[in-house]
């Protein structure tokens, strides 16, 4: 069972900004460090699109921004575009379950 | 850029080992500052860590698959490998190999396409 828990779908109109959560829900694995987020369109490779909470990668859009409140890590989605439809992904190294990811969240663009 | 592929069977029999094999392109393993590790995604499920290696033969394994799990490096080759004994229908999912980084970026940048493991008779 996940430690981290995202809603099971977002969805958003071209042009709007979504957020998607990404909450420890597991009190048993240790801190959690380095966030990171990955996009994955089916069938292809997952994309890491944040790290560290909000670093993006070089050559990651500027559309994509990531932060965390507590013990919730959000990743932002503005200007929503068509080729954002994917699942989503966050990870987290903790400290003694090492590494461990989200349920995955579904993005529609309507 | 570092690429990295999959290989082994789609289907294995229960009870069965699977052995899955990552080949490293575009970069060398033995360079260090990475972990290789595998991810697996079961069906309309997340992604779950199964386990990494150094090119050192340092493993990190997740504790629910330790007892049946063994990752290992071969640099001449230039690729890593897994071993997943006493399979049952639970292992089924896509396997994927991917890079984390053991400083700085310490995430998972680089991954493979996947592999389908279906565990059935």
């Known amino acids: 069972q996940s430690a981290l828990t995202q809603p099971a779908s977002v969805s958003g109109s071209p042009g709007q900004s979504i957020t998607v959560s990404c909450t420890e829900t597991?009190?048993?694995?240790?801190?959690?460090?380095?966030v990171s987020w990955y996009q994955h369109h089916p069938g292809k490779t997952p994309k890491l699109i944040i790290y560290?909470?909000?670093h993006r990668p070089s050559g990651v859009s500027n559309r994509f921004s990531g932060s965390q409140s507590g013990n919730t890590a959000s990743l932002t989605i503005s200007g929503l575009q068509a080729e954002d439809e994917a699942d989503y992904y966050c990870?987290?190294?903790?400290?003694?379950?090492?590494?461990?990811f989200g349920t995955g969240t579904k993005v529609t663009v309507l | 850029q570092v690429q990295l592929q999959e290989s082994g069977p789609g289907l294995v029999e229960p009870s069965q080992t699977l052995s899955l094999t990552c080949t490293v392109s575009?970069?060398?393993?033995?360079?260090?500052?990475?972990?290789w590790s595998w991810v697996r995604r079961h069906p309309g499920k997340g992604l779950e860590w199964v386990g990494y290696?150094?090119?050192?033969?340092?493993?990190y394994y997740n504790p629910s698959l330790k007892r049946r799990l063994t990752i290992s490096v071969d640099t001449s080759k230039n690729h890593f490998s897994l071993n997943l004994t006493s399979l049952t229908a639970a292992d089924t999912a896509v396997y994927y190999c991917?890079?984390?980084?053991?400083?700085?970026?310490?995430?998972?940048?680089?991954w493979g396409q996947g592999t389908m493991v279906t565990v059935s008779s």
């Open positions: 991917a890079r984390v980084g053991a400083s700085g970026m310490i995430t998972f940048d680089v």
């Open positions: 575009g970069g060398s393993i033995s360079s260090g500052g990475y972990y």
């Open positions: 290696i150094y090119y050192t033969g340092t493993t």
């Open positions: 597991s009190s048993d694995v240790g801190d959690y460090n380095y």
């Open positions: 560290d909470v909000s």
């Open positions: 990870s987290s190294y903790t400290t003694i379950s090492l590494w461990v």
